[in-house]
């Protein structure tokens, strides 16, 4: 069918709100409803026409198709985000570019509420913010490990959904702004990225996003559903932005006195201005937060806070459309309504070439159907492959990671002795000197005071066990982080690792897309000459007396399948094939 005509059908409203609605995307995604904007892209629900897959498909802003390192920015997002490959972590299936030069992204399509929309109601029971924080701090542990930085996490970016009968399970949406670390190339030098509200104190002075950027951001989340308010409020984004560089958060338990004091701490110790006050890393403040978990009472959460969980909204609806296999039955109508209109087999040409026709293209899209099917089977297998790998190299990385993290966070706290030591030496030597002195002149004059040289050799041996002590913790230190930087150079190992296979997935992925792409858009050429000899023997056969019992049977089965009327009144048949039909 047409879109103008459909669009023309359904009203100016609707055709105005977005014309991108019904469009194909790639020559296999169709555009079903617009279910999103975010700062580089408008997000739509789309369906693969030939596979049976609902997605969500994000094209980037029409107004920012010449931003280059925008785009650049959205390509890195899902070779990013599908490095780390984390149950938390939004699945990327496809990225692209359109013939017309469009970039997308084709995300798993997730049902679920966002968590501004729960933070919106007020605080949060302390367990119900403990695990959403705790999975997000997981997926994030995940990304910082192989490099990744969210740069722009905040309420709206995080979905929670239901998935084997748990609630809030999290997905982080939109790692839009995500950069793999040592390479700043695509940002402009001093730029400031993010949402002001839950921005870093560095990140609002226009310096690099690190790791603890994205701490901090978890901190403003957790302050939220502690208290039901963000720790800063103001009318304009400079303002803002100074807040989040010089002011000092009111404690939680100022705004609501019922907040947990645990819960408080954590919070605070996230929102510290200085990154060496916050935690260490994402396993840190993991460690932290099961800790908080296993001293809470074990109600859930549900019961804690009197209420229920808002329902989660209903899957997306099953496609209205035709199969291909209904190609046949179609052409089977159409034939009755031949055989009928002309019993001695004398149809008008044109009539007989499209009933031909329509046997034809049914026969040639089934057989296409079939090798689309085979194609994406071996592609699939190929993401299952890739993804388990990626998420056994993941698991490995986190692993190695956590216990680097207890490593260097132990080869601080000797450092700590090790300069508190070092400083009772100095003292320690300083008043084995000034001992030593009064013994030497004792001597030189003869004078034996006995506590003198006690004294001497009390703060010489002092001297020598501080030295001693000093060696021990140096040794303690300097073995630790031998340790550290031994499973440092297996992470970054296996980092590269995941580098070079990831590139060779995705050239293997891309040229297997390349032939789903191809078939496709094979198919969708049929589907439009189907469409077109359908409409052609309607308009024909439709007002034939003996042929209208049959009409109406094809245009109830159509009814479902988005017959719409054209431009000239006539009913016209819409074709649009539906995924494993």
């Known amino acids: 069918m047409d879109q103008r005509a459909l669009q023309r059908s359904l009203g100016p409203k609707t055709a ?53 390192h925008l785009r650049a920015w959205m ?132 310096e690099e996003a690190t790791p603890h950027a994205d701490l901090y951001a978890l901190g403003v989340l957790f302050y939220e559903m502690l208290t039901g308010q963000l720790p800063f409020r ?7 932005l100074e807040m989040q560089r010089t002011a000092i958060p009111r404690r939680p338990r100022s705004i609501r006195p019922d907040a947990h004091p645990q819960g408080e701490t954590i919070a605070m110790r ?36 009197g209420g229920e969980a808002v329902p989660a909204p ?18 089977a109508l159409f034939a009755r309504m031949a055989a009928r209109a002309y019993p001695a087999g004398n149809a008008p040409p044109d009539i007989q070439t499209a009933l031909a026709q329509l046997w034809e293209l ?14 994406t089977r071996k592609l699939e297998a190929l993401e299952r492959r890739g993804r388990a790998l990626r998420a056994e190299i993941g698991r490995k990385v986190e692993e190695l990671a956590h216990e680097e993290s207890r490593v260097m966070r132990e080869a601080g706290a000797d450092g700590e002795d090790v300069d508190k030591v070092r400083g009772e030496l100095a003292q ?35 001297v020598q066990a501080k030295r001693e002590q000093l060696a021990r913790y140096e040794s303690k230190k300097n073995t630790r982080e ?25 050239e293997d992925l891309g040229q297997g897309r390349e032939k789903v792409a191809q078939r496709t858009r094979e198919g969708l050429g049929f589907e439009k000459a189907f469409s077109d000899a359908s409409n052609l023997l309607l308009a024909h056969l439709r007002n034939k007396p003996e042929c209208r019992d049959l009409v109406a049977e094809l245009l109830t089965a159509n009814k479902d399948a988005n017959a719409v009327p054209s431009e000239s009144g006539e009913p016209k048949v819409s074709l649009e094939k539906r995924p494993g039909a």
């Open 16 to 68: 105005s709100a977005d014309p991108m609605i019904g469009k194909v995307v790639a020559g296999r995604y169709r555009l079903e409803t617009r279910i999103g904007e975010g700062g580089m892209g408008v997000v739509y629900r789309a369906r693969h026409v030939l596979i049976d897959r609902v997605v969500a498909l994000k094209l980037i802003r029409p107004d920012l198709r010449g931003e280059t």
């Open 75 to 206: 390509l890195r997002e899902a070779r990013a985000a599908n490095r780390v490959d984390h149950a938390h972590i939004i699945d990327i299936h496809d990225i692209g570019e359109t013939e017309e030069g469009e970039l997308y992204l084709v995300m798993e399509y997730l049902v679920g509420t966002p968590l501004s929309a729960e933070l919106a109601r007020g605080p949060m029971p302390i367990s119900r913010g403990v695990d959403i924080l705790e999975q997000m701090c997981a997926a994030l542990a995940r990304a910082h490990d192989l490099g990744v930085v969210h740069r722009d996490l905040k309420s709206d970016n995080i979905l929670l959904t239901q998935r084997g009968g748990r609630k809030d399970f999290v997905k982080i949406l939109d790692f839009g702004l995500a950069a793999i670390a040592r390479d700043p190339r695509l940002a402009p030098k001093g730029a400031v990225f993010g949402t002001p509200e839950y921005m870093s104190p560095e990140q609002a002075r226009g």
């Open 234 to 240: 103001a009318n304009d984004r400079e303002t803002l």
């Open 270 to 305: 996230l929102l510290e201005k200085d990154i060496r006050k916050r935690y260490r890393d994402a396993h840190h403040l993991q460690e932290e937060l099961k800790a908080l978990q296993r001293s809470l009472p074990s109600t859930p959460w549900e019961i804690e806070s």
């Open 314 to 331: 209903p899957p997306p609806p099953p496609p209205q459309s035709a199969g291909v296999t209904e190609w046949a039955n179609r052409t």
């Open 362 to 375: 049914a026969a040639k899209a089934n057989r296409l159907e079939g090798e689309v099917a085979s194609h």
């Open 428 to 462: 320690a030597e300083k008043l084995a000197s000034e001992a030593k002195q009064l013994a030497d002149g004792a001597a030189r004059q003869g004078a034996f005071d006995r506590s003198v040289f006690e004294r001497a050799g009390a703060t010489a041996a002092t």
């Open 482 to 506: 031998t340790t550290a930087r031994d499973l440092r150079r297996q992470i970054d190992e296996l980092r590269g690792q995941l580098t070079r296979y990831a590139e060779a997935l995705e």
